[in-house]
């Protein structure tokens, strides 16, 4: 199998992660989360839901204690040589081979960083680590180091990126032509996830959000899904993933005659999305893009009806979640550089009406405004209307193309409107 990736690539991956383990004081790492294997080394498996762990050296040596379901996949997907095995049998406690690992990587003694904050690693697992290591080194949590190394992506990243955008328009452009009343919304989801996967995209990360009437004020996956009614409200919130490089698209068709209140909130949530778009530049905060969409809903008469955070940034994820950190929420002192990925999401749920309004989209940062790499409509979908028609296949596909090109010549991504004096917050 190739490697998705060039290994000189990942050469230069390890090489900063090492310097910043250097510049905190750390003799080694220890990783658990799956996202950082692969970064690191090409490694891609589902195997983390059982225990496994990798441990980098400072000097560079690298190693893998795994399964033997583990031990083909590990070698045939990523640029790992040593790989330990630990053997399934009863009463089996494989922090202690990956302790015995890290002692034949010259770790004994060591200050270790831990990614505690992995799926994999759950609680109890987090234990027996703990106890295996104790007296043997110094363990302190490192939980972020490989995560802020992953946030600018490098060309060949936002190479897949954009190839996961033109998916996610290829899944919205299915939703909007099927979502009419009498279908199926998981017709709808199947047929969607098709047009993803013949374009050799990948399933994603979590299950997506999606419903009518009432359950369109879900904005989590929930079982048992119902036919689209004749005068509806539909919403649709998913991911396309490519080489496991995540966009996500959110937006909300509907049936009938469209309802002047839904129409309302839709401007709203275009105007929010637009004015978050602006922000979105280096040397901005996360923070300040969460503090946008709440002055821009609360001024069109929504406080009360958004969510505590807007978005988040996206990268390559696995199971049970393609939402990455940091996450776009008030105070947030990330600071935003080009290379990053977002996904804004401008949700409204009105408690008191029923209604629902969504509407999100998927965007690199650059040295100017930003660069969307799926596109959200800029007009509600009404199903079987022309707007639906119009928008149900993009009409222009970009290539792939590495960051930052082109991006001065891009017109700004909105234009600012006045806004009447904020209301008062509904309860």
């Known amino acids: 199998m190739a490697l998705h990736f060039t290994r000189a690539e990942f050469v230069e991956r390890q090489r900063k992660t090492r310097a910043e383990m250097t510049r905190q004081g750390l003799d080694g790492l220890l990783i658990f989360r799956q996202e950082s294997m692969y970064w690191l080394t090409g490694y891609d498996t589902e195997g983390f839901v059982l225990f496994q762990g990798m441990y980098l050296s400072a000097d ?32 089996a406690n494989p922090s202690i081979d990956l302790r015995n690992m890290v002692q034949d990587l010259g770790g004994r003694g060591k200050k270790i960083g831990v990614e505690y ?49 033109e998916l ?3 899944a919205l452009a299915v939703a909007n032509r099927m979502c009419v009343p009498g279908e199926h919304v998981g017709a709808i989801y199947g047929e969607m996830i098709n047009v993803i996967m013949r374009g050799d995209g990948d399933p994603s990360a979590m299950r997506w959000p999606m419903g009518g009437g009432q359950e369109a004020m879900l904005v989590r996956y929930h079982t048992g ?47 929010a999305l637009d004015a978050c778009w602006e922000v979105v530049r280096p040397g901005n905060t996360v923070g300040e893009i969460f503090d946008t969409h709440a002055r821009a809903l609360s001024k069109a008469g929504y406080d009360g009806c958004y ?19 940091p996450m776009c ?22 408690g008191r009406t029923g209604l629902s309004m969504s509407l999100g989209e998927t965007s ?64």
């Open 60 to 91: 560079g040596r690298i190693a893998l204690c795994t399964r033997s379901a583990d031990d083909l996949q590990s070698r045939m997907t990523s640029t790992l040589e040593d790989i330990r095995i630990w053997r399934d049998v009863e009463g």
């Open 117 to 165: 904050h992995a799926y994999g690693l759950t609680g109890q697992r987090a234990k027996l680590v703990d106890a295996a290591f104790d007296g043997f080194a110094e363990l302190s949590d490192a939980s972020d180091l490989v995560r802020l190394q992953r946030l600018v992506k490098s060309p060949a990243e936002l190479a897949y990126v954009r190839r996961a955008g």
């Open 168 to 170: 996610a328009d290829d």
């Open 225 to 271: 899904h119902g036919k689209v009614g004749a005068q509806d409200q539909v919403m649709f919130e998913f991911a396309s993933a490519y080489r496991h490089y995540h966009t996500a698209l959110m937006n909300v068709v509907l049936t009938g005659k469209p309802d002047p209140r839904h129409l309302d909130m839709f401007k709203a949530a275009r105007d």
């Open 307 to 325: 969510l505590n955070a807007c978005g988040y940034t996206l990268g390559v994820t696995y199971p049970p979640n393609w939402m990455d950190w």
């Open 329 to 350: 929420w008030h105070g947030n002192p990330q600071v935003l550089e080009p290379g990053m990925v977002f996904f804004l999401h401008m949700i409204l749920l009105d």
């Open 364 to 427: 690199i940062v650059t040295r100017g405004a930003a660069d969307l790499v799926n596109h959200a409509p800029r007009e509600p979908v009404l199903s079987g209307s022309a707007s639906a028609r119009k928008i149900a296949k993009p009409a222009v596909k970009k290539a792939a193309k590495p960051v930052h090109k082109a991006a001065a010549k891009r017109k700004p991504a909105v234009k600012r409107t006045a806004r009447p004096k904020a209301k008062a917050r509904r309860r």
